[in-house]
Structures are given as structure tokens and as C-alpha cells.
């Protein structure tokens, strides 16, 4: 009888959570748990989806930002792109509903994916100023769309305060946003400008201006033509879960289990199928929603086990190595650059790549730690460093190898940096906040080999550089005892001492211009392969 009446009293209080009202609690999950990795998050959710929204339509990216402080601890934040823009009646939902987005159904490489990050950048903005955001919007067509939106937070749906509606002769298109926060502005380290710079490295075919509180800052384009389009693909067999599996199985618009297999995977031909269906002992005619949970996870074991070639991959974007170089180029005042794009490779059925960049020597610190730069799809990750496969990868290549200093379990010491580009249609974070990669072991596998590939040619550039440096202290110390070994030749031979100084200087130009030649055939081969 007791347990009955504390079970009606427990069931009074169930109810449906709205998402909006579990991150407003929980905000330390997208990135709002300090005002000043708040402001940096907010800035980094516009700019990612201007980024993606240009590239998507085609277009180089314009993009200002602007960061202007109205009182203690409060900015406003603005951030304007050339995209596409959005549909009227789809502007409140993208920018007012937390799970909302266009990416999140397809398998194709993109920054944004889980349609959660700019409505959480509203929703922490309207709860540290509790104003509303301003969104103006257009396509390039007629009118030009303005709301000043809010996030009904218990029932996770937009509420538009007041809207307007402009003519548009100019035929501008593009997303203004414009919101208030409450934030702290710093400049170095983990801040807007070192998330500009890195996105501006990763990203040189982008035009990016920076209004900050301390002046403007333009990152300017060096790279004229956008990288190649991602496509969307299809599943492979070899990374659907079982649960997914299932409610393919009762979505599906295939007649049968045959056309089901060979129409809503990749890579999948009649042979498989017909094999998939045979190892499981399921008749290629059956109805996909008729089968029950033995026949389900039969057909998943047998498509697990039959041979398949890998996904496509042309659902990635890499960068590719010249315009890894040029980014680093523009961004770090280094002597030597060199890249390495890996040919795609596969984890749980998902195509990925890996790309490393490397800036040598130049102006960069020879005795601290190298930087490390992480991106997962073109997006600089910021945070969380020691959980990410990117540093374990690099902490685990053995970088005395490549003539640089290594304390044991550490980054290297040395003028360095390390850019790492890990792109793929479905990037395994840790957690919502995207900030680091989880450690799969085929993840960390690849991104050795690439760290390694760079490492190789970096030993070559500092064995190089090293023994042009010995070559110039002996023609130094030669040079020097030029005159004195001159004088006493000359004493014995009777030769006049400038014609000796001469015969020797003649030596030694010859010997130098033999080493230089050698030097070059081997710079040569390595500079071709770089594209640097
Ligand atoms: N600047 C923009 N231009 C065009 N469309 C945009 C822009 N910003 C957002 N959108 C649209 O609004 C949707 C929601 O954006 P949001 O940032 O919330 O999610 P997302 O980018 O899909 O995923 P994530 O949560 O990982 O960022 C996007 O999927 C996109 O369709
Ligand atoms: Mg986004």
C-alpha cells in the first residue's frame, strides 16, 4: 500500500524535459562554463556556420566579427557573412530551436552537425542579458528579413519578438547576427584572436575581419578557389549499429530486403545483398518492417561479415598540402613549411583523413614546447588538449627521431608547430562541446603515420640546415688562415702571396659550390613531393 502511494506521488512529478531547458542547466556542455570560453564559443559558433554555409553554396567567405563591451563584463557580439542566407520561415527554427539544423540526417563532412550551436549561443545569451537576439537574413532576393528572436526555453520553440521586412536593391544575401552576453575579453591564448588566426590558417581562402576591443585585425585571403565539395553518402554496412539498423529497417521505402540493402547502403551490389540475405537465412523478398529482433540481428551480423570495399570517399574535404603551407605561411613567421594529406582510410565504416602541417625554425621559440594545432574539420579545436587523439598521437611518435628534443610522455621541445587536420563526415568528440577526439586506436594509428611521414622530411631540412652550418664554420676558419698559410707558401716558393690568396680562395669557392650543388638534387626531390 506505501509503495503504491509514493508510486502515485512519483508519477505526479514526470514529465518531458525540453532539450533547451537541459542545456540552460547544463551550458557547461557547450562550452558556456566561464565567461570567457562563453565569448569565445559564441564567436566560434557563427563564424563555423558562415564558414559552412559559404563553402555549401559555393561562395568565398567574407566574414566580420565584431566584439564591442557595454558595461562591466558585457559585450555585444556581431557576425556577418556573404552566405546564402536562410528562408523566411525557416529563420526562427534555425536560430530558436536547439536540435534544429540541416546537417544532422546526412553523412557528408561539415563543421556544424548536431543543430545545437548557434540556439545555444542564443539561449546563453538571452540568459546572462535577457534580451533577444537580432538575425537579419536574405537570400539575395527581394527583401531582406530582420527578427529579434528569444528561445521559449520550456518548450524549446522560437519566439519571435518583432520582425521586419526591407527591400533589397542591392541584392545583398548573407546572415547578420547580433546578440548580447556576458563575457570576459582576453587576447591571448584560448581567445577569439587565436581562434581567428587558426581558422584563418586552416581556411585561407577566407576573407576574415576582426573589430575587437583593442582595434581591427584583417586575416586576409591567400588562396583564391574553395577546396573540393564534400558529397553525402550513404551508411556502409560496416558501421550500423544494430538499433540503427532497425529503424532503417522500418523507415525504409524499399519493397523488399534486397532493394532495402542495395539502395540505402554504400557499396552494396546485388552479389552482397543476395549473400547478406543467405547468411542470415532471410528470403531477399521479405517486407523490411516484417522482420523480428532474431532476423534483425542476424542480417547485422551478416553484414558485418560479408567483404566489402570501404566507403567512398568524396564525402571529405581535405585542405590538401599546398594550402596547408600557404596558411601556415601567412600566419607564422617560420623558415621551413611542410605538408602531408594521407589518402582517406576508414574507422567503423566512416571514411576519414588525416593532414599535418609543420613550421620550422624562423622566429619560433626553440626552447619551449611546440605548439600543437588541432582541427576536426576545418574547425581549430581549442580546449581539452590532453583528451584528444591528436596530442596522444603526437606525444606517442618519437620525435628525437626527427632531430628534435623529447621529454618521455611529452610534446617535443623545439621551434615548431604542429598542425593537425582530422576530417571526416562523422567526427567522434568526446563530448557536445566538440572540442577533442576521441582515441580510436585505427584514429591515432593514422595520425602517427602522417606526423611520421613529416617528421622524416623535417629530419632531412634540420640535417641539412646543420651541416651548411659546419660547412660555413670550417670556410670561416679557412678564410681566416687564407693569409698566413699564403705568406709562408709564398716564402718557399717564391710565388707572389696574392697570386697564392687568390689560388686558395679559388679552392674554396669550387669545394662550397660541389657541396651546394649536392644539397640542392637533395632539397629538390623533397620540395617536389612537399607541393612547397
Ligand atoms: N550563417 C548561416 N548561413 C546559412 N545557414 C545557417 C547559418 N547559420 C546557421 N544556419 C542554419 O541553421 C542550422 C542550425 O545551426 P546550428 O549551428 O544550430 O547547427 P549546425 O551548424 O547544423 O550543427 P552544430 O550544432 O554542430 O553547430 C544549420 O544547420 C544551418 O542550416
Ligand atoms: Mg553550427
Redesign the pocket.
Known sequence: MRNKIIAEKLSKNLKEISVAEFFEKNRHLLGYENTTKAMLTVVK??V???L???E??GILPNINVSVKQTGENKYIIK?E?N????VEE?LPF??GK?L?????HRLRQ????????????ILYSQLTSGKPARIT?STGKRYINTIDLMIDVTRNEPHVISSKREKNPEKWH??K?EMEIEGRYIEKGQSILEYLKQTAIMNPYARIVFNGPNGKVTFSRVVQDLPKLSKEIKPHPYGVELGILRRMLKETRAKNILSFLKSDFSRVGKTSALQMCKLARISPKRKPHSLDHNEITRLHKAMQTVKLISPPTDCLSQIGEETIIKGLKKEIEAEHFIAITRPPSVYKGRPFAVEVGLAYGGKLNPNKQVDLLRFANKVPLMYHQGDCAITKAVKEVDWRRYGLQQPSNSLPIGPLVILVHFASVWVPFTS?G?QAIASYPDIIKEIKLALQDAGRKLKKYISRKRRSHEIQMRKNLFERYIPEAAAAISKISDVPKEKIIEGLEKILKKGLKEIDIEEGENSNEKETKNGS
Do not use: H, M, T
Not at 83 to 86: K, L, T, V
Open positions: 559558433e557563427l563555423d556556420n558562415s559552412d554555409a559559404c555549401e553554396a557576425v557573412d552566405g546564402p542566407g536562410i525557416k534555425a536560430f536547439l534544429y539544423g540541416s546537417k544532422f561539415s563543421r556544424g552537425i548536431q543543430g545545437i550551436g548557434v540556439s545555444g549561443a537574413s548573407g546572415i547576427v557536445e566538440k
